[in-house]
Structures are given as C-alpha cells and as structure tokens.
C-alpha cells in the first residue's frame, strides 16, 4: 500500500480508493493542456498542470503502479489558480512515482507522468542536461533524453527564444504552453523531473539584463508555471536562484539575467552577473557544499574567456570573476564543478583554463552542453578538451545535450563521468563527441551532509 502523501489527507484517500471503480480512463479527447513536475527531493515533488476544463472539481492521483491502483489523491494548492500547482509530500526515498490529472471523476491516462524521487544519502545516478532550443521545438533529441530515464533533466536557459521585450506575462504564458504542449518536449516533462534556470532567450531579448522591462512579468510566470525549487531570495518580484541535493552532490542554480548589470557598464566593482544580494548567498551555499562530496554550480554564461570590454560572457564581468575565483582560492574549494550552457556548443575544461583568482588559481572544471535544437556556436575559450559546435547554415539541426553521471557508492571517493552527445538528425544516431568520457572522482569529506 502506498503510504500517504499527505496525512490530512487520509480520510479522503481511504473514501477514494473505495470507489476507485467509479473512476474512468478518459477516452476521448485529453482535458489536460500539459502536466509536468521538478521540485523533487528524496521525499517530495510538485506538480504543475493546466485543464482545459476551468471550474472543475481536479486532484492528482499519484501511485507506485504504472496502472493507478491503490492510488492516493492530491488536490491542487490553489484550485481556481490558472496553473495548479500539486505538492507531494511523504513519498519514500528512490521510488518511482506515477501521476495523472483527474477532472470531475475521470483520470486522463493519455496525459499521464511519472517521476523518481531522489536517493537518500550515498546512490549513483544519472543527470541530462542541456540548453538553447527553438520555440516549441519538436526535436527527437528530447525522446532520446526521455529514454535514457535520467534522475532528472537541467534546462539551462533559453527554453525558447521569443524574445519577449514587455512586461506582459500573457506573453509569457503563451509561449510557456507553446513549449509545454510541443509532443517530445511535452512527454519528456511528463515523464523527467525539470530543474530549469533561464538565461536571456527565454528571460528577455538577447543579452538581457536586470534592466528588461520583461522582468517583472518574467519573474512572476516562472513562479507560476515552473515547478521550481525553493527560490533563496524568497517571494514575488526577486531572482530565481535555488539549491538542492540528490544523493551526496549539492547543486547550485544561479540567475544570471534577472540581477544583471547592463554589458556596456564599466568592468569595475560595481559590475555584476549576479548582484550583491545573490552572490552572497553564492558564496554561503559554496561553503555549505564542504560537508559534500561534490558541489555543480549551473551557471548558465559561460566562465572562461578573456578580459572582454563589453561582453556578455563573464570576460565582461571580470572584476566579479576575480572576486568569486579569490574565494574559492581562498576557501579551498576543490569539489567544484560547473554546467553551463548559452555557447551552442559542447566543451570540456578540466580546470587548465577557468582559474582567474589573483596570482592564478580558483579553478574548476567547466562543462558546456548545448544546443539542443539551434544553430551552433563557439563562446569563450580556450578550452582544454576542444569545442564541439552544433550544425551551421542550415535550418535544420542536430540535438547537442550532456550527461553526468554520478558513482558513489558509499566508499572514499564520488565519481563523476561525462559525456557529450550529438543526435544527428538525419540518420537519429546518437554519438559521443568527446574521444572517450570525461572522468574524475572527488574525496568525501568525513563529516557527510546532514
């Protein structure tokens, strides 16, 4: 018997499983605009879905079984909400998890999603993660990812590139169901857990920074649409940074658009990626991640570049760099590595390239996975293991994504593999790009994250 989910719910899901007969596969037409989850950790999840059906009575019935028996229900956070949001609680370590929307007594499997919570203390997993692709797109790179069941998949910026100039989150929302609703990216939210940052595509027009008049309306629809993690600056109009774990590794997203001073700015002290309230909490959440095997920090402009008056990369905000690179010196910082996106391109830097503290030092493996559905592109550089753009001219693409995989299995060391992938469109095959995986372990510290 599934455990319950949320114990005031109880009553409600004994009554329910009594009449579970009375509960109908919809047959006909799907009454579910898009269903997808994130937020997970090793004992809970949300959910965010949309019906096409306002003013019904919905509940989410979440089950062990593939066929919904013994289910147990969750109603909505906010049921006349325009995106419904459905918190999972109570869930058990590492266990797959299936849901489906249910509307005025019918459940619609069509639309059905799954998701696997997060291991509990040492576990090996796999992550994908990726960026940059085209509005809507329908690429089968996002079957390909979808079939390789990751623990979850990291979208890091540029979910669409609408370019959105206003503050009008109505235009907002229409491209976020635009994307949700698009059949592979659809399935694969359904079926893999999100963990999504933006960077300017799909925050702004191209390069933006905290002075975007779609700021607000942009902060406002991620919060209503995305099934995000905790946002660390807390509610309504602030950044979207966040961190969690899974397993022994501790991941730290950070917002490099919302916070941003303007490129064309002096590269001097008072220039930022991320703002002082942000880096701040960056620089707590590195010295948290001692008590771990591992630290990703997913920042989504690339690092590694040289002092660059101008631009839009960190080679522009080279002051800051500095700053952030003298205290992971400082602070001897060495389980760091960070996934980034934004260059159409896949890229590998061991560490030779990315230290930029005074006197050198205060580097860290940099890993570049993009794109997943755009015209490829070389950012930044040099990097040690080589750049692997996406096709060019051409209005057609392949499908560039990486995966990390993770071993711990409880002994000294956590290991990470990575790989970076290209699915060549016209044939479907997926290579690998780099000559063989990427490996490197990590010690486990003797005191392990509570």
């Given amino acids: 018997m599934l455990r319950k989910i949320h114990v005031t719910l109880l009553v409600a899901s004994l009554a329910a499983c009594q009449t579970a007969a009375t509960v109908r596969q919809v047959s006909a037409a799907s009454f579910v605009r898009f269903a997808w989850s994130g937020a997970v950790t090793s004992n809970s999840a949300v959910v965010k879905a949309k019906v096409d059906q306002p003013g019904s009575t919905v509940r989410l019935a979440v089950s062990e079984a593939a066929d919904f028996s013994q289910p147990v229900y969750v109603g909505p956070s906010d049921p ?220 989504t402009a690339p690092w590694i570049e040289a002092k660059t008056s101008g631009s839009d990369r960190w080679g522009g905000y080279s002051t800051e760099r500095q700053e952030l690179a003298d205290f992971i010196k400082q602070n001897k910082i060495n389980n760091l590595i960070m996934l980034s996106g934004d260059a159409h391109m896949v890229a590998l830097d061991d560490g030779t390239n990315s230290g930029y503290a005074q006197g050198g030092g205060g580097g860290f493996p940099v890993l570049h996975a993009a794109s997943l559905d755009q015209r490829g592109s070389v950012k930044g550089g040099p990097y040690s293991h080589g750049t692997f753009p996406n096709l060019t001219n051409s209005s057609t693409f392949h499908g560039q994504f990486g995966l990390l995989t993770v071993t711990d299995t409880g002994g000294p060391d956590v290991c990470i593999e990575f790989r970076g992938r290209r699915q060549v469109l016209k044939t479907n095959q997926v290579i690998d790009l780099l000559k063989e995986p990427w490996k490197k372990c990590f010690p486990a510290p003797a005191v392990p994250p509570s």
């Fill in 80 to 299: 006349g909400a325009n995106v419904l949001s459905f918190a999972l609680s109570g869930l058990k370590p590492d266990t797959a998890y299936y849901y489906a929307l249910e509307s005025n007594g019918q459940r619609d499997d069509s639309k059905s999603g799954r998701l696997r919570t997060f291991p509990s203390g040492p576990a090996s997993f796999q992550i994908a993660f990726g960026s940059c692709a085209r509005t809507a797109s329908d690429h089968p790179v996002f079957d390909t990812i979808r079939g390789l069941s990751p623990l979850f998949f990291l979208h890091m910026g540029d979910f669409h590139y609408e370019d959105i100039t206003k503050n009008d989150p109505a235009e907002f929302r229409k491209v976020y169901e635009a994307v949700l609703t698009s059949p592979t990216q659809a399935r694969l939210y359904r079926e893999v857990p999100i963990a999504y940052v933006w960077d300017d595509h799909d925050f702004g027009g191209n390069n933006s920074d905290s002075s975007a008049a779609s700021r607000p309306a942009a902060r406002a629809t991620y919060r209503e649409y995305v099934p995000h993690y905790p946002l660390a600056a807390g509610c309504c109009d602030v950044p979207i940074q966040q961190s969690f774990q899974a397993g022994r590794v501790y991941f730290i997203l950070t917002d490099e658009r919302s916070e941003r001073t303007p490129a064309a700015k002096p590269d001097n002290a008072g220039k930022t990626v991320l703002g002082a309230d942000q880096k701040a909490w960056l620089k707590q959440e590195l010295l948290k991640g001692a008590a771990y095997p591992l630290v990703v920090w997913v920042g």
